[in-house]
């Protein structure tokens, strides 16, 4: 506890004053509190003091380097597959078996809506799919849908194939090159690129640097002074948006039809046949989730994957196979094409273990929109529950020794129950940029087999600090050494 209030600095009086008060709610209410015959039916667990709740122990633990997992992992270890506590005020319900996975996914649009925490929403706007409202989700997945076809797919690839090229070709050979800062950078530029056409130039650094900052605020105290990481992050959200607006009114006054790009299919009037257009508001919440969710979570997941690869020699090997073999096929091509990347069947399945095993997103939560029970307990309108998505990849019971790296297991397709690989979600709500994080991932892989051998210089597992995702710590330092230079 005292790790967190030095920390966070300038919020100790206000966290101070909220305690004392909290103290003083509680006290008052063990007096006036009288039994409930219902709680034996409800889910075990502590709801903490009155308002505070366990915010502290939650913010606690990703403050340390074990992050949020640690928290549900405590509790879990007392309280079993299921249990309540309260977390900013409201009730928050965490499950980790794939039954209850199915329950929650398979009938969100029903009983359940997507939700995350207040300092998330506010951040990336409430217009985000990640925030919307089942009806409004509804109508804006209908109308973003069809920026993820496969003609967008190829046009990913298109763009990011050559970024990637051109920052290996940059790397000092024999150098340390810290593998999370490199693919950060890449995974910017590519969804830049592939969003707004944005290569270089002031707006694209202004746009990284406040991207940064809105993704370091999202599990920040929702504080508004500003000295605050949430402030911060807020005033960062509206340079973007400032920005956005910038670009949207530039492309409209443009005689130029010839952006490929999102935005243009976005603002182009054929493409709403049948269907109202997306308000400039929707364009750059969406715009903005599409970033963070394409740079950040998928540079942590490539992180991950050099990680694994460099200490798994075995896969190492057979991955390494696989990428000569379609370099000796697509060697009088100059950049890899989207059916290129079917050629990568073991790649897809390393691509596939390492997001199971890092669990990038840990959790998904939902709202609780009408009464309803979940393994045998009843739970609330109103309340918040969480599938916790890193336990389910890691049970014994699902996956045969989870916790080693092992990308043959999918050799089976049977391997997992239904409901047990929630990298992307499931349901009505599954990532729509599933497809693209893969390519990206795939490209990426294929590139460093091609081009260098690696080193992992530090084994370190530990993760950042107050990052939403789960982010490898190190970063990932790696020695390289250029392939053509090896006798």
């Not at 920052?167 to 590519?190: N, R």
């Not at 000295?227 to 443009?254: D, N, V």
């Not at 739970?379 to 045969?400: C, E, F, Q, T």
């Amino acid at each position: 506890m005292f790790e967190v209030l030095q920390d966070v600095g300038p919020y100790c009086l206000c966290l101070y004053a909220v305690l004392g008060v909290g103290a003083m709610a509680f006290v008052m209410r063990q007096f006036q509190q009288q039994p409930n015959r219902e709680s034996s039916n409800i889910p075990p667990g502590s709801l903490g003091l009155p308002f505070i709740g366990e915010t502290f122990h939650f913010m606690a633990s990703i403050n340390s380097h074990k992050g949020f997992y640690d928290f549900v992992r405590l509790r879990t270890l007392r309280y079993g597959n299921c249990f309540k506590t309260n977390i900013f005020g409201e009730t928050h319900v965490f499950v980790r078996s794939t039954a209850s996975a199915k329950t929650i996914l398979n009938n969100e649009m029903g009983r359940f809506s997507k939700r995350y925490i207040k300092s998330i929403a506010e951040l990336v706007g409430n217009r985000s799919l990640l925030c919307a409202s089942p009806h409004h989700h509804k109508l804006l997945r209908a109308r973003l849908l069809n920026l993820f076809s496969s003609n967008s797919l190829s046009l990913l690839v298109k763009h990011l194939d050559p970024l990637i090229v051109d920052a290996l070709s940059a790397w000092e050979d024999g150098g340390t090159v810290i593998v999370l800062h490199e693919a950060l950078k890449i995974t910017l530029k590519a969804m830049c690129k592939m969003l707004l056409s944005l290569e270089s130039g002031a707006e694209l650094e202004s746009l990284q640097e406040d991207v940064s900052q809105v993704c370091k605020a999202m599990l920040a105290f929702p504080f508004r002074f500003p000295w605050t990481p949430f402030y911060k992050g807020l005033q960062a959200r509206k340079r973007i948006m400032s920005t956005l607006e910038k670009i949207i009114s530039r492309r409209r006054r443009s005689l130029d039809p010839n952006f490929e790009d999102f935005l243009q299919s976005l603002l182009d009037n054929s493409c709403w046949e049948g269907m109202n257009r997306l308000t400039d508001a929707e364009i750059q919440d969406n715009i903005l989730t599409m970033i963070i969710a394409g740079q950040d979570t998928t540079a942590s997941a490539i992180t991950w994957m050099v990680k694994y690869l460099g200490e798994n020699e075995e896969a190492l090997d057979a991955i390494k196979a696989e990428a000569e073999q379609l370099a000796d096929k697509t060697s009088k091509n100059p950049f890899l094409t989207l059916d290129d990347l079917n050629e990568m069947p073991y790649a897809s399945k390393v691509v596939k273990e390492s997001l199971r095993m890092a669990s990038v997103v840990p959790w998904f939560p939902r709202l609780v929109l009408e009464d309803c029970e979940i393994e045998g307990y009843k739970i609330k309108k109103g309340w918040n529950v969480n599938i916790d998505a890193r336990s389910i990849h890691l049970d014994p019971r699902v996956y045969n020794e989870p916790h080693k790296f092992n990308p043959w297991r999918f050799d089976d397709e049977q391997c997992c129950k239904p409901y047990s690989f929630l990298a992307f979600g499931m349901g009505a709500r599954t990532c729509l940029g599933i497809n693209m994080a893969k390519a990206m991932m795939l490209v990426f892989l294929h590139r460093l087999l091609t081009t260098y051998k690696w080193k992992v210089m530090d084994s370190d597992s530990t993760t950042e600090k107050w990052a939403l995702f789960s982010r490898l710590r190190s970063g990932c330092p790696v020695k390289v050494t250029r392939i053509t230079n090896i006798e």
